[in-house]
Each structure stands twice: as C-alpha cells, then as structure tokens.
C-alpha cells in the first residue's frame, strides 16, 4: 500500500509539470511549428494521463512520511522531472540527443549554469523560455512546490522538506511545514518579479527579461544569448543581476524574518554574517588584481564583483573571460568553487554555514590544546550548537569530496586532462556549472562522451539533493525491514 501511495505522489509532483510545460507550449502553439507542438504536447499529455487519476484516487485521510520514505520519494521524483523535462529537448528536431537531452534538463532542475549548446541563439523561443522555466523551478525546489499543495490530499510533507532543501538545519518558519512552503514560494515569486521588471529598465525586451529573471534568482545562470549577460554591455544590468546573485544565495528564511520586522536576525545570523564577508573579502582581492587589466576602478569592480557574486552564489554566469585574468583572480575564484551559497537558498556547494561551523570548531580544536579542562562549544547565532551538528558537518564534507575525487576519476578516465575533470566535477557537484579549462568561460560540455554527461546529470542532481538523500539509498542499512 506504501509503494503505491509513494508512485502516486510521484504521479502527482509530476503534475506540476503541466503549469510548467503551458507558458513554453503556448509559444509554440503561437510559432505554428509542429515538431516543436508535439514535443510540447507529447509529455504534457504522459504528465496528466499519470498525475489526474493520482489525484483522483486520494482520500482525504493523513498520510505521513518516514524518514526512508521521504529520501526514496524526492530522489525518485527528481529523476522523473528530469527525464520528463527532457522530452521537450528531444522531440524538438533540434538534433538533441536523448543523453543531451537528459543533460539539459538535469542542469535546468539541478540550476546548474552547464550546457551542451555551443549556439544558444538558434534555439527557438519555446525552447529557450522551458530552459529558464526548469531553472526557475528547480531553484525553489519541486518538492517543496508539492507540500504546499498537500493539505489538498491529507499528506504530510516535513520528510520531504528535511530531503530536498539545502543545509544541515531545516526550519519551519510557521507550525505548518506547507504554510512556511507557501511563504517561501510568495517570497520567491516576488523577487522575480522585482528582477523581471529591473531587468525591463535595464533595457532588455520582455522575453530575455522574463528567462533573465527565472535563471538569476534560480541561482541557474544560463542566458538567451551565447554571450549571456554580457551580450548586453550595460553596467545597471549588471549591476542589478550582481545584487540579486548574491539575494539568492542568502537563506531564504531571512527573508521572512524581515517582513516581520525582526531585523536583528540578518546582523545575528553567523552564516549570512560569514557569507556576506567573504563576498567583500573576495571581491576586494580581486577587483585590486584587476586594476592592472582594466586601469580604472570602476570597471574592474563591476566585472571582478561580478563574477564573485556569480561563482559564490554558484549561479555560473560569466560576464568576461576570467581565464585571462591574472593568478590571484584566477584563484580567489577558484576557492570560492569550494564555499557555494547559505543554506535554504537557491545556491548549490558545501554551503556556507559548513564552514563557518568548521571553522569554529578548529578553534575550539586549539583553545583545547592550550586549556586541555575547558569545555568549547560552536556557537550559531548566538545560541550554542548541537555536538551532532559538527558530526554531520564533517561527514557531509568528507562525502562531497569523496564525490568529487571519483567524478575526477571516472572523467580522467574517459581521456579528459586531469585539472579539466578536476574543475568538471567540482563545477557540477556544486551545481555551479562553469570552471576553467574544458569547462572554462567560452566552453561547454558538449565535448565529454555520452556516458560521462549522464554520470554528470546523476551527480549534479545529487548535489542538489545534498548527496545523503541519494546515497543513503546505497546503504545496505536502508533497505532491512
């Protein structure tokens, strides 16, 4: 009975498919392009044929989740958006392969700034918009999309929240885990719109706004042109996309507690505090070693800040080659690979908040060498952290690197130069989507073989699960009665 509950409520995520999939099928409908209608059509059609008699056969009676339910249910339905979302890429006559397919949408739900597109621009808008639309999507997360809709059905949804959204502590803003969805969802949908008509004054037409708007504040990066952001040359457009990076790489749940006044909580808040101060430690290193590039101050803070604001929020847009740049810049970016944005936002990486914990505990680590009888706790917000969280901190780290050094592996494998598969698996199990080398600036993933792109797509929505809810499906643990 379980098993079958937990396909239907799949069935159901994927219904969220169908408001997804209309804005890009009525511009389609509107190119009068056949192939591209049906490859619209086709999925739209499976999603309500599986999602409708789901959600007729509920009854209105609690159902709740537990923990090895939850991981099962999210990393199931992540696998099954992918590959529904990649139906439109495939059957678009676009010479998309199925893996390139598959890797498409992977980015697009994992917000991963990647590509196998050399030439954007030839893509037809339908297919543009669903691209943005994916990212957008995925940002917030389609699970917790789905729980906001589970008082309709009886469902409990917090497993699923403590499965899907980033970071080591879940917190419920409201006593209902689907009233703090809704609120996130309103929180998210009003940024947008404040970018969407940011981006408008800016200069750019309602179309390249509206997919701009989805991809920034999805922390996802990808543009309309081939050129991205920079095809632009606006300095208030890239000013304005900067500022919303690094708002999307802030904890969500911040955001909250402003509009309830509570501002004390954004000065308090140890991870928004430490995210904030990388930002402009990181930013002043490399603006100054770009002086020398660019000879004036203001040009080389609006590019250096830039792509800080974008490699730290892990949103992967790329306003310049920053592979010209000299040593410092390069490296200064490089480290920020290793950090990634705060919990609860759209960002992908560690996470801020793993560090900072980190990073107090090393120096408890030393008070304890000099006073052996102390007791040393981490700190958080003022409030004295949970022992468990260290353990947990450490072993998510451990688990991450251990990801990448496998990625690394299989890709040197496969006949990639080692630093290549090194920033490869790096960019992609941080959902980043950009590095150096093969995956530099002006470059895509296009050239990796096929099997590389779906152990790519497999880690990036790993990633975006957090690597436990994926891997403690391997456990031999998970699956005794």
């Given at each position: 009975m379980k098993c079958l509950m937990l396909f239907r409520i799949i069935a159901l995520a994927l219904g969220i498919a169908v408001p997804m999939m209309l804005p890009a099928f009525g511009m389609a409908l509107a190119t009068g392009e056949f192939l591209l209608i049906q490859a619209f059509a086709i999925p739209l059609i499976l999603t309500l044929g599986c999602a409708v008699p789901a959600f007729g056969s509920f009854k209105k009676t609690p159902f709740r989740f537990s923990p090895q339910e939850g991981f099962l249910l999210v990393f199931l339905t992540w696998i099954s958006i992918s590959l529904l979302g990649a139906l439109p890429y495939y059957l678009s006559g676009r010479g998309f392969s199925f893996v390139d397919a598959v890797f498409e949408s992977a980015c697009g739900f994992a917000?991963?700034?990647?590509?196998?597109?050399?030439?954007?621009?030839?893509?037809?808008?339908?297919?543009?918009?669903?691209?943005?639309?994916?990212?957008?999507?995925?940002?917030?997360?389609?699970?917790?999309?789905?729980?906001?809709?589970m008082p309709l059905l009886g469902?409990?949804?917090?497993?699923?929240?403590?499965?899907?959204?980033?970071?080591?502590?879940?917190?419920?803003?409201?006593?209902?885990?689907?009233?703090?969805?809704?609120?996130?969802?309103?929180?998210?949908?009003?940024?947008?719109?404040?970018?969407?008509?940011?981006?408008?004054?800016?200069?750019?037409?309602?179309?390249?706004?509206?997919?701009?708007?989805?991809?920034?504040?999805?922390?996802?990066?990808?543009?309309?042109?081939?050129?991205?952001i920079s095809f632009y040359d606006s300095p208030f457009i890239d000013l304005v996309s900067t500022v919303f990076m690094i708002l999307a790489g802030l904890n969500f749940n911040l955001y909250v507690r402003l509009l309830k006044g509570k501002f004390a909580d954004l000065w308090y808040n140890s991870e928004g505090r430490a995210y904030l101060l990388i930002f402009i430690i990181a930013s002043g290193l490399i603006t100054g070693s770009l002086l020398e590039v660019y000879g004036s101050v203001s040009t080389a803070a609006r590019y250096g800040i830039y792509q800080v604001a974008s490699i730290l929020s892990t949103t992967g847009s790329v306003v310049t080659d920053y592979e010209t740049w000299p040593s410092l810049a390069q490296g200064t970016l490089f480290v920020l690979m290793f950090i990634g944005?705060?919990?609860?936002?759209?960002?992908?990486?560690?996470?801020?908040?793993?560090?900072?914990?980190?990073?107090?505990?090393?120096?408890?680590?030393?008070?304890?060498?000099?006073?052996?009888?102390?007791?040393?706790?981490?700190?958080?917000?003022?409030?004295?952290?949970?022992?468990?969280?260290?353990?947990?901190?450490?072993?998510?780290v451990f688990l991450y690197l251990l990801v990448i050094a496998v990625t690394t592996l299989i890709t040197a494998a496969s006949g990639t130069d080692l630093f290549s598969a090194f920033s490869a698996a790096?960019?992609?199990?941080?959902?980043?989507?950009?590095?150096?080398?093969?995956?530099?600036?002006?470059?895509?993933?296009?050239?990796?073989?096929?099997?590389?792109?779906?152990?790519?797509?497999?880690?990036?929505?790993?990633?975006?699960?957090?690597?436990?809810?994926?891997?403690?499906?391997f456990s031999p643990e998970y699956w005794r009665p």
């Open positions: 917000t991963t700034g990647a590509t196998t597109l050399s030439e954007v621009e030839c893509l037809p808008k339908a297919l543009l918009l669903w691209r943005s639309t994916t990212h957008w999507f995925g940002g917030m997360g389609i699970i917790l999309l789905t729980v906001a809709l469902v409990g949804g917090f497993q699923l929240i403590k499965a899907e959204a980033p970071g080591p502590e879940k917190e419920k803003i409201t006593p209902k885990i689907t009233a703090t969805a809704k609120i996130l969802w309103l929180v998210y949908c009003g940024l947008t719109l404040l970018l969407f008509l940011l981006y408008l004054l800016g200069g750019m037409d309602g179309f390249d706004a509206l997919c701009h708007a989805f991809t920034t504040l999805a922390s996802g990066g990808v543009s309309t042109k081939n050129k991205g944005g705060c919990s609860g936002s759209t960002a992908g990486g560690i996470k801020v908040i793993r560090h900072v914990v980190l990073w107090k505990q090393a120096g408890n680590e030393l008070r304890q060498l000099i006073y052996p009888q102390g007791i040393f706790t981490v700190q958080l917000n003022r409030k004295v952290g949970r022992k468990e969280v260290v353990y947990g901190v450490a072993g998510f790096l960019s992609v199990t941080g959902n980043l989507g950009v590095g150096f080398a093969t995956i530099g600036p002006s470059r895509t993933y296009g050239a990796f073989p096929d099997h590389i792109k779906w152990l790519f797509s497999l880690v990036m929505i790993a990633g975006r699960l957090e690597l436990w809810t994926v891997f403690v499906l």
